[in-house]
């Protein structure tokens, strides 16, 4: 359903019909690719490597673990609550592959370093949330508010964490951004708009209406930036 939905935003973004996605096949490989973005993470042999590849992968299958989560409540579909659980390892992989790059950075990766344990710090709270949320969840048949407001709260932990560690990142780079940064940031934006977009009619919150509105509008800014350029 993810690949689906997220297929839909782009096609819309880039001026495609939105109804061609009912004709066309989207792949979970398309969803792939697009988090690849977030992942070159092969070693390159430097004994002082970029955590920006790891770290991206970190908080790209964060994000796409909450909307799993929101999507399962939302559609009540079984493969929706294990994609969260696929979503959860690819995760856990995703930290230890960071923490093995930061263990050869250094100095180099400090920043990140900080803010990826700003991120473990939240992330026990998200899971252990996530359980009971599924849990009531299937117990009543219905949402239970209040396992729900626990889990927002969670990641929103985790996501203020992850933000927090970015502003940082680039705040010390001291040079423009790269090509590769911003489309870090752009499909990161995305993500983020997509988990917003679950979560609203789960919540009911509109405050989650209004930040998937502005992450959509910051994604179509940044497009027509790139097209500028």
Known sequence: MRSILIGCILLGIFGVPLAV?????????????????FEPVEDSGDERPDLAPAFGRVHSTLLMSAEEAFGYLLMENAEEKKAFYDDIIASEEAF???????????????????????????????????????????????????????????????????????????????????AQSAERALYGRLLAAVEESYAYPVIGDVVEKEDALADFADVDARIALYGER
């Open 21 to 37: 996605c009912a004709a066309e096949d989207v792949t979970m490989a398309g969803e792939i690719g697009m988090v690849a973005v």
């Open 96 to 178: 230890a592959a960071f923490e093995d790059a930061a263990a050869r950075a250094g100095e180099n990766g400090s920043i990140l370093a900080a803010g990826y344990g700003e991120v473990m710090a939240s992330y026990g709270a998200m899971t252990t949330a996530a359980d009971a949320m599924f849990a009531s969840f299937e117990e009543d048949g219905s949402p239970v508010m209040e396992d729900v407001r626990v889990y927002e709260e969670a990641i929103d932990a985790v996501f203020n964490a992850t933000d927090a560690a970015w502003a940082d990142h680039h705040a010390g780079s001291g040079g423009p951004s790269t």
